[in-house]
């Protein structure tokens, strides 16, 4: 018979549980619907309008939703049964995604409609977002909560990698005669909807009845309650806002078309590759944490990768060579991939249990601001200075902000070990000292 220690710290022990399986199995499946249904709108925006700038609408129509409910969506998850929060925002899903395939089957030209349906989507995603990260927990035990994240993240990774290549592919596949009113959007679409339904399926096959964990009313005490507990436990706040400030600055994803045509010479073929680098980075990290989990010193390895992601950010935007930017490329994907894992560890493992969505809910705001505005940001600040000068002052901005939280958040850089009593025991010790 196998020694249990050895299964708990095996590099697969999360999949142990059979709920848990089925839930990365929806979760691979709907991610890679998504990513290629996103590929299918951009397509079907720019070809109605041919304006980039109706393009980058299409972002802030999936973002908007997120930052004016992140307090209703928090206070969702942790007032209802996560699993049913999950089912019903994804049920809003497959009706929007339903109303994209008419569009595209009827040639409907409609802009504003798109819009619209895409705020219905980022305001499933706002709500499914907080009950999905605070139902992880519930799938696994909690010895084998870090190897659930890590794999999560790999997932996450090779569907975000499969789904923009799945979505293209079908986009592009002839179809016979018969068939040829669904070429293009209408297939990706469809393809969209079988995902969401094999989703909602699993999700309701999960055995785990995690029900209600905010027992009290509905108040404004209840709803602020996940951004109190966060601005009062230092270790949460400072690695949440860390991440926050480290992307915000020093992503150099939204000028990659910039790089690859003025500053590398690469053509659309580089693009795609450059563009691809910094997920095959994640995924090749997130694979080897699978096998070789954080064990110590967690809080100053999240630092030390984000002054990584930082310096690679500004060798990055001195480059003049691909094989050196393809390389920085690779480590700021490797490097942000560490701070992912430790971050979301420290998110569920530091909060209650019900306080999860809530806090979750205000990760998820941290996380978007750090990647939609964070584009919108590159974008402003390439115009201001050009796009070299604004990766490296950028990056430089990452280095400093490292420098600055190390100090300012003394608790983040004690964290040792990703366990629920090593991070709250650190947490009451700090707050003591300052009682």
């Known amino acids: 018979m196998a020694d249990p220690d050895s299964r708990r710290t095996s590099g697969a022990a999360a999949f142990e549980s059979q709920d848990f399986r089925r839930y990365q199995l929806a979760r691979l499946l709907v991610i890679v619907g998504a990513e290629a249904q996103a590929v299918a709108v951009a397509w079907q925006v720019y070809q109605i309008t041919h304006s980039a700038l109706d393009l980058g609408y299409t972002g802030l129509a999936l973002f908007l939703p997120g930052l004016l409910f992140m307090l209703p969506a928090g206070h969702a998850a942790d007032r209802y049964d996560r699993r049913h929060v999950v089912l019903v925002c994804y049920a809003l899903q497959m009706i929007c995604t339903s109303l994209l395939f008419l569009f595209a089957w009827h040639h409907l030209h409609n802009i504003v409609a798109i819009y619209l349906v895409l705020l219905f989507i980022g305001t499933g995603r706002a709500f ?28 996450y990774q090779s569907a975000n990698i499969a789904g923009p290549a799945v979505g293209g ?42 029900g209600r ?8 005490q209840t709803v602020l309650a996940g951004l109190h507990y966060v601005k009062q436990t230092k270790m ?12 915000l600055l020093g992503g150099a994803v939204a000028l990659m078309p910039i790089f690859a045509q003025d500053v590398l010479h690469a053509g659309p ?4 590759i450059l563009r691809a680098m910094p997920a095959f980075g ?34 990055f935007g001195l480059s003049t060579n691909i094989a050196l930017s393809l390389t920085m490329l690779y480590i700021i994907g490797a490097s942000d991939m560490i701070s992912v894992v430790v971050r979301s560890s420290v998110l569920q493992l530091a909060t209650p249990p019900e306080m999860r969505g809530r806090v979750s809910a205000v990760n998820s705001l941290f996380i978007g601001a750090s990647n939609e505005f964070g584009e919108f940001e590159s974008g402003l600040t390439a115009h201001w200075w050009g796009a070299v000068r604004a990766v490296v002052i950028g990056g430089i901005g990452s280095l400093m902000v490292t420098g600055l939280w190390s ?20 947490e009451r010790a700090e707050a003591a000292q300052h009682k």
């Not at 964990?213 to 404004?220: D, I, L, N, V």
């Not at 073929?269 to 795609?272: A, D, S």
């Not at 954080?294 to 992601?309: E, N, Q, T, W």
Request: with cysteine; charged share 10%; proline share 5%.
């Open 282 to 315: 994640a995924l090749t990290t997130s694979m080897l944490l699978v096998w070789k989990p954080i064990r110590r010193h967690a809080g100053a390895l999240m630092l030390s990768c984000v002054a990584i992601y930082g310096a690679a950010t500004v060798v």
């Open 169 to 210: 592919l079908l986009f592009t596949l002839p179809l016979t005669h018969h068939f040829a009113r669904l070429a293009g959007s209408p297939l990706v679409y469809l393809f969209t909807l079988v995902t969401l339904v094999w989703f909602l399926l699993l999700i309701v096959s999960l055995k785990v009845r995690p």
């Open 269 to 272: 073929r580089g693009l795609g």
């Open 128 to 155: 499914s977002g907080p009950a999905s990260s605070a139902l992880i927990p519930h799938l696994v035990p909690e010895a084998h909560f870090v190897n659930a994240v890590t794999w999560g993240a790999t997932i």
């Open 407 to 426: 100090l300012l958040f003394p608790t983040l850089r004690r964290a040792d070990s990703l366990t629920a009593e090593s991070l709250l025991q650190l």
């Open 213 to 220: 964990m905010e027992k009290r009313a509905f108040s404004m």
């Open 236 to 247: 949460l706040l400072g690695s949440l806002s860390l991440d926050l400030f480290a992307v």
